[in-house]
């Protein structure tokens, strides 16, 4: 029931929020949702009977919309499980107990693992009820024996237990009576205790270098718990709605193999950046555009993916949105070239799809003018006018102990795609080099981020695999 926005700030953290709207999780019942209805139920089986139950009761409602969708994916979800597989839903308590039936539809119940609850201390809110601090993983195996992957996690001690007992834990036996018939000590697991089903993990703090904006960022601490204790080195993880790329993060430094899907630009440049800074290059795109055609096409389909899919190729992020007002840029890069006053400077990005003219690059003048900006850059589809590379040349150029960078730079999608970058001070370790597979794509696919092999699958299937799910 909610529009998801992400939320930036300026590198010195003093401005007020901008948001962008990622996307909206706000479902409503159309004739998708009774086309997805009626291919799950024609079907048969256990989840169609779930998901004609839980029509007769909740009739065609939002939640109802929701769960349609929920269905095949959870069906294709098991399909590429491997045997000794496992999965984890992450929901909060307003819809866990409808997605239970889902899952055991799906699963089966005697594939049921755990109701993990995830706790955590935020802000109290105004509400005539209990404070709401905690959310929900169902755990779930694709077989109902015990052949997954588990490895045993625990819980430290506590400090009185180890104070009193050390390393000892003391076992008792009553009689029918109560009364205490021996006792005896044995050792205690040097591990501590065996994790319970209740995990209390913080949720990120507002300040912590972890938080990238997305408004539904995980913590990494609980991704790289259930990455632990379900996998080994060398296996495969895969999140389907990949969002800023916890998951992903977490499965890089736990030396798992991984694959990552999310249906926008914004999203898939957010995991870029946090893979770069965290000194992983090795991984690829599948999904995006890799020639001017395909660009063109996203740019016809979806203004706003092509403008975030253009502002990944020169490492930006979209620019703030104040609320009533146009700007008149879409992205911003930061960057800092005087150490004496470690002042902050930007650059100015406006993307266009469409035709371009003088005008345009004469209103980026005056917005760089207004807002006090070293560099502005205009990408355009198409080739500049002469008219607009003369209009550029009167903004002269911005000195800095690396030379001299013109103030206002014309880039092609193409010039882009070919290694071209934006001419500006300093070493830009921000700026993404992306190596791309020369390939014509549609941007309709769903974006991947593999590693080297599909979830379940074996290595020679990931392919076809790929192309059966996409979408």
């Given at each position: 029931g909610k529009d998801y926005n992400i939320i930036f700030r300026t590198s010195s953290g003093s401005a007020p929020p901008a948001q962008v709207k990622a996307f909206a999780d706000t479902w409503k019942w159309s004739s998708d949702s009774e086309r997805l209805y009626r291919d799950v139920v024609e079907k048969g089986g256990g989840?169609?009977?779930?998901?004609?139950?839980?029509?007769?009761?909740?009739?065609?409602?939002?939640?109802?919309?929701?769960l349609c969708m929920m269905a095949p994916r959870l069906v294709e979800l098991r399909r590429v499980l491997k045997p000794n597989g496992s999965i984890y839903l992450h929901c909060d308590p307003s819809s866990s107990h409808y997605l239970k039936l889902?899952?055991?539809?799906?699963?089966?119940?005697?594939?049921?693992r755990n109701e993990i609850i995830w706790r955590y201390r935020r802000w109290p809110t105004k509400a005539r009820r209990f404070q709401r601090m905690h959310d929900v993983l169902f755990f779930y195996t694709k077989s109902g024996s015990d052949g997954h992957t588990f490895n045993q996690l625990y819980d430290a001690l506590a400090e009185s237990t180890l104070k009193t007992w050390g390393t000892k834990k003391q076992a008792a036996v009553f009689d029918g009576e109560g009364n205490r018939l021996r006792?005896?000590?044995?050792?205690?697991?040097?591990?501590?205790?065996?994790?319970s089903d209740v995990w209390d993990i913080k949720i990120i703090a507002p300040v912590s270098k972890e938080r990238t904006g997305f408004p539904t960022q995980k913590p990494e601490a609980l991704l790289e718990r259930i990455i632990s204790a379900s996998s080994k080195e060398g296996d495969v993880v895969l999140d389907p709605f990949c969002g800023c790329g916890t998951a992903v993060a977490a499965a890089e430094r736990l030396k798992r193999r991984w694959l990552g899907i999310d249906v926008t630009h914004l999203a898939i440049n957010l995991i870029k950046h946090r893979l770069v800074a965290a000194g992983s290059g090795?991984?690829?795109?599948?999904?995006?555009?890799?020639?001017?055609?395909g660009a063109a096409e996203l740019a016809q389909n979806d203004p706003y993916q092509f403008q975030w899919w253009a502002l990944g190729l020169v490492g930006a992020r979209p620019s703030e949105q104040k609320k009533g007002a146009d700007r008149g840029i879409d992205g911003q890069?930061?960057?800092?070239?005087?150490?004496?006053?470690g002042a902050t400077?930007?650059?100015?990005?406006?993307?266009?799809?469409?035709g371009t003219g003088a005008a345009h690059v004469r209103d980026l003048r005056g917005v760089l003018e207004r807002d006090g900006a070293e560099i502005g850059v205009l990408i355009s589809m198409k080739e500049p006018t002469q008219a607009m590379v003369v209009e550029a040349s009167k903004a002269g150029f911005y000195e800095s102990p690396w030379?001299?960078?013109?103030?206002?730079?014309?880039?092609?999608?193409?010039?882009?795609?070919?290694?071209?970058?934006?001419?500006?001070?300093?070493p830009r370790q921000s700026n993404l080099t992306i190596k791309r597979t020369l390939r014509k794509t549609k941007p309709s696919e769903n974006l991947y981020l593999p590693g080297l092999a599909n979830a379940g699958q074996n290595d020679n299937d990931a392919e076809a695999s790929r192309k059966r799910t996409a979408g």
């Open positions: 989840l169609a009977e779930r998901l004609r139950g839980l029509r007769q009761f909740l009739r065609e409602s939002d939640v109802m919309a929701y889902l899952m055991d539809g799906v699963f089966g119940a005697g594939c049921f006792s005896s000590n044995t050792d205690v697991d040097s591990d501590g205790a065996k994790m090795k991984f690829r795109v599948v999904g995006e555009p890799t020639t001017v055609d890069i930061f960057f800092h070239d005087d150490e004496r006053s400077k930007q650059i100015l990005i406006s993307v266009k799809a469409g030379g001299s960078h013109p103030r206002l730079q014309l880039l092609t999608v193409d010039e882009l795609l070919n290694g071209k970058s934006i001419d500006y001070p300093g």
